[in-house]
């Protein structure tokens, strides 16, 4: 998967987030989206993912050479963030079975074998609601790291975890890393450091939170 935005901005009402933000996100890349606490980093991620509309410039997607339209981008997406809800209603399997009928797992996983990755044997039959919030976020990174999909976002992954939960995300991420596009947003050198490349939002006219 490939993202080109050429001259992106974005405003909310009369506020511009960023501005003349020209970048090529190339396939098999890693890439850091850096800056303060509400620079803009989760707007530019949503932004070029498609889910929030841009107030200037262009986004051109494309995927093994082929244009791909900015509708179908939704299916090649893998997203993790903190504002990203999951069901509590469900257990952990019953969540996960739903999830995979929307979201397919990579080839050769399993719901069964996702759920002894995240060391949450015994929480099969929980309600996703009494999950703690650092089980709640190994579940929210195993989902999206395991899907079957060639674009992952990642909105400051380690929220919430502790130090054998970053050891977990940084075993996982590596792991999942291959021929696929990932943009992770982040302010924590230990979230993003195997990222080859690095983008500070506020070289594009974003300053921190006003
Ligand atoms: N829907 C919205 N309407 C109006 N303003 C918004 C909206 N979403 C975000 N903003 C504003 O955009 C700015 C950037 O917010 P954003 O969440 O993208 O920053 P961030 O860099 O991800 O912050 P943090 O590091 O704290 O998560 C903030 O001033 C925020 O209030």
Known sequence: MQIE???LGK??????????????????TATAILGPNGAGKSTLLNTLSG?????????AYSRDGQK???????????????????IEELTLTELLQFHIRFKPLRPGFSPARLIELMYLDKSRHKLVRDFSSGMKQRLKLALALYSHAPLLLL?????NLDRAGVAWYQEHVRATLAGRLVLVSSNVPEEYDFCQEQLNITDFGAQAAR
Do not use: M
């Open 11 to 28: 405003r909310f009402v009369r506020e511009w987030i960023f501005r003349g933000l020209t970048h090529t996100f190339r396939p098999g």
């Open 5 to 7: 935005a050429h001259g």
């Open 68 to 86: 791909v339209a900015v509708e179908n981008v939704p299916p090649l997406l893998a997203y993790a963030a903190p504002y990203l809800e999951l």
């Open 155 to 159: 909105d400051e992954p380690t929220t």
């Open 51 to 59: 889910q929030l509309l841009a107030s200037e410039g262009t986004l």
